[in-house]
């Protein structure tokens, strides 16, 4: 898969990962929403980093999306979230309200699914027929002399 289709893959997969995640938070009552929600936030929050950043290593890329919703997490401990919440209202979809140590594991398992896939597909890819797994150098051009 060229780099320029899997941004596009990369990109749809992202749109629909919103739609299901605000799907999710207003039609989905009680815990089962919330977790659903918090996973779907850490399966965004990793493809937007891929789409970004299409080079980034999977591992690396797990790393930064799991430290930026624990970040995420921690803000709304400390109130920071709820402040920034009250001035741009907006804001709550992308920092939360409320604290819980529940929705920590839930990005976990978002990043891990994600990365996972990631992976999977990646190596997929990479032993379809025709694609060469390592680069093979062409010959210098002929010069008349």
């Known amino acids: 898969m ?4 899997r941004r596009g893959v990369v990109a749809g997969c ?3 990962v919103v ?3 605000v799907v999710t938070t207003t039609q989905v009552a009680g815990a089962t929403g ?5 996973v779907l936030y850490a399966v965004a929050v990793y493809t937007l980093l891929v789409l970004l950043v299409p080079r980034l290593r999977v591992a690396a ?3 930064l999306a799991l430290s930026w919703c624990w970040a995420v997490e ?3 401990a400390t109130g920071v979230a709820s402040a ?3 001035a741009v209202p907006p804001a709550a979809w992308l920092l939360g309200s409320t604290f819980a140590v529940r929705d920590l594991a839930c ?3 978002g990043v891990a699914l994600t990365a996972g896939t990631d992976l999977v597909v990646g190596r997929a890819a990479a032993r379809r027929p025709g694609r060469r797994a390592t680069p093979v150098a062409t010959p210098p051009p002929r010069t008349s002399g």
């Open 2 to 5: 060229t780099r320029r289709r």
């Open 14 to 16: 992202l749109v629909l």
């Open 19 to 21: 739609v299901a995640g």
């Open 34 to 38: 919330d977790v659903l929600g918090d």
């Open 61 to 63: 890329a797990g790393g």
């Open 74 to 76: 921690g803000l709304q």
């Open 84 to 86: 920034v919440n009250d």
């Open 107 to 109: 990005y976990a398992v």
